[in-house]
């Protein structure tokens, strides 16, 4: 399948600061996004999702941003919180492939 | 609690037993999907029913491993001659078929097999 990366393994931050998450993706047919949440020993939790006729997308303390010329999706989280750690992937879905390729993950490490 | 369920949580077993996951989708969801992920990476797509119809199986599914969903509603996921390298969660989506090609898909718990 193709790749989807993030650049940062780990993110810590101080509870309050605003998180950055980033993901490169490669198949420029992904036409589907998704952020996923996963604390341990759980499985992942929907957050957000952007579908490719969208740059930009808000949830409650939650963005995403969607750049297709550079294949590139963000995360963006106001006033993290410690509940907010956890590992955050991005997924991609082609269009009627009906599967998602996920990357590897970002720990977000919040400190209080 | 409407969300998607899987059982068992854990699993342990040794190096040749065969094991048996269930997963109990989102009740309306029509689609069906089998994930799995090792530790510090991102779920790996196993196989995907539409219904009781199973529509796509991944190369990482191999003969040792079948899955069903007999009436169309809950899953499972059968591992003959378990090997210590089946060790992983195995986790189970569901999402609704929009007719748009982009369904969001919705993740149980996870079933943890530890494969000694």
């Known amino acids: 399948g193709e790749s989807v990366g993030l650049h940062l393994p780990t993110l810590s931050v101080q509870e309050g600061d605003n998180s950055i998450i980033n993901c490169a993706y490669s198949?420029?047919?992904?036409?589907?996004f998704i952020w996923y949440k996963q604390e341990s020993g759980k499985g992942p939790q929907f957050i957000i999702d952007?579908?490719?006729?969208?740059d930009k997308r808000q949830g409650q303390r939650v963005t995403v941003l969607l750049n297709k010329t550079v294949k590139h999706l963000s995360l963006q989280i106001a006033a993290t919180q410690p509940g907010d750690s956890a590992v955050y992937f991005c997924?991609?879905?082609?269009?009627?492939?009906?599967?998602?390729?996920f990357g590897s993950g970002t720990k977000l490490n919040v400190k209080p | 609690d409407t969300g998607v369920s899987q059982d068992p949580r854990h699993k342990i077993t040794k190096r040749g037993q065969n094991v048996t996951f269930r997963c109990d989708p989102i009740?309306?969801?029509?689609?069906l999907y089998w994930y799995r992920q090792t530790l510090g990476q991102g779920p790996e797509f196993l196989t995907y029913?539409?219904?009781?119809?199973?529509?796509?199986k991944s190369r990482l599914l191999s003969d040792r491993f079948s899955a069903e969903r007999p009436k169309g509603s809950f899953s499972t996921l059968e591992i003959q001659r378990t090997e210590q390298g089946d060790s992983a969660m195995y986790l189970c989506?569901?999402?609704?078929?929009?007719?748009?090609?982009?369904?969001?898909?919705?993740f149980g718990p996870g079933t943890r097999l530890t494969v000694l």
């Open positions: 997924a991609e879905n082609l269009y009627n492939f009906n599967k998602f390729y």
């Open positions: 198949n420029s047919a992904s036409d589907y």
């Open positions: 009740s309306e969801h029509n689609r």
């Open positions: 989506a569901s999402s609704p078929v929009t007719g748009t090609g982009q369904d969001t898909q919705y």
């Open positions: 029913f539409q219904n009781e119809a199973q529509l796509e």
């Open positions: 952007i579908r490719s006729n969208m």
